[in-house]
């Protein structure tokens, strides 16, 4: 009988955490909820409700999800796979980068312009941009790492299906092709203009 009122009991637990019951699993054993935008703190331990009004800065220098979003930003541009064989523009904002529908069109950024792209196809097919020896400066896949993602006036922001940065001069300079990290033949020029 006792092995059945465990069996229940780590059930239920179980059951709870998965549908996320139990708080937010603090290590101290209480559940502490904080807005970041200002208002109201929650402390709530078990032991009583605890509120305390905050003046609504934030203090730290970590971005909420937010803010994170915020940053993609710019001349909307949306690209999509032509199975494994080619990239295609879907829809281009300024209707100056590239050809809609064409199979790896030549992409013209304009230098100083911040671009936000979504990329419908980027779980099978990561974006990249590189040298003509195939550097990478710019890359949606977690295994690359461009050399051109952590300069700040790039402003390089990857959120899976989107992307933005700013075409620099220093990043047209280098800037030759963009490709799938993936499938070789997805590959096309890149120009400045």
Same mark, same amino acid.
């Given at each position: 009988?006792?092995?059945?009122?465990?069996?229940? =009991?780590?059930?239920?637990?179980?059951?709870?955490?998965?549908?996320?019951? =139990?708080?937010?699993?603090?290590?101290?054993?209480?559940?502490?909820?904080?807005?970041?935008?200002?208002?109201? $703190?929650?402390?709530?331990?078990?032991?009583?409700?605890?509120?305390?009004?905050?003046?609504?800065?934030?203090?730290?220098?970590?971005?909420? !999800?937010?803010?994170? &979003? #915020?940053?993609?930003?710019?001349?909307?541009?949306?690209?999509?796979?032509?199975?494994?064989?080619? @990239?295609?523009?879907?829809? !281009?904002? =300024?209707?100056?980068?590239?050809?809609?529908?064409?199979?790896?069109?030549?992409?013209?950024?304009?230098?100083?312009?911040?671009?936000?792209? $979504?990329? !419908?196809? @980027? &779980?099978?097919?990561?974006? %990249?941009?590189?040298?003509?020896?195939?550097?990478?400066?710019?890359?949606? &896949?977690?295994?690359?790492?461009?050399?051109?993602?952590?300069?700040?006036?790039?402003? @390089?922001?990857?959120?899976?299906?989107?992307?933005?940065?700013?075409?620099?001069?220093?990043?047209? %300079?280098?800037?030759? $092709?963009?490709?799938?990290?993936?499938?070789?033949?997805?590959?096309?020029?890149?120009?400045? #203009?």
């Amino acid at each position: 009988m006792e092995r059945r009122h465990i069996l229940r =009991t780590t059930g239920i637990a179980l059951a709870a955490g998965l549908a996320g019951c =139990t708080g937010n699993g603090n290590d101290d054993g209480s559940d502490e909820t904080t807005e970041t935008d200002g208002g109201m $703190t929650e402390t709530d331990d078990g032991m009583g409700d605890e509120m305390t009004e905050t003046d609504g800065e934030m203090d730290g220098e970590t971005p909420t !999800d937010g803010e994170m &979003s #915020a940053e993609i930003s710019g001349a909307q541009l949306t690209i999509d796979n032509v199975g494994v064989s080619a @990239w295609e523009v879907t829809q !281009d904002e =300024t209707g100056s980068v590239a050809e809609t529908g064409a199979e790896n069109p030549t992409m013209t950024f304009e230098v100083g312009q911040r671009y936000a792209v $979504t990329n !419908d196809g @980027w &779980s099978q097919h990561p974006f %990249a941009v590189e040298t003509d020896d195939g550097t990478v400066l710019l890359s949606q &896949s977690p295994d690359e790492e461009g050399d051109f993602e952590g300069d700040a006036d790039v402003g @390089w922001v990857d959120e899976e299906t989107e992307f933005s940065f700013t075409f620099t001069e220093s990043l047209a %300079a280098e800037a030759a $092709t963009y490709r799938c990290t993936v499938h070789p033949s997805m590959e096309g020029d890149v120009e400045s #203009a």
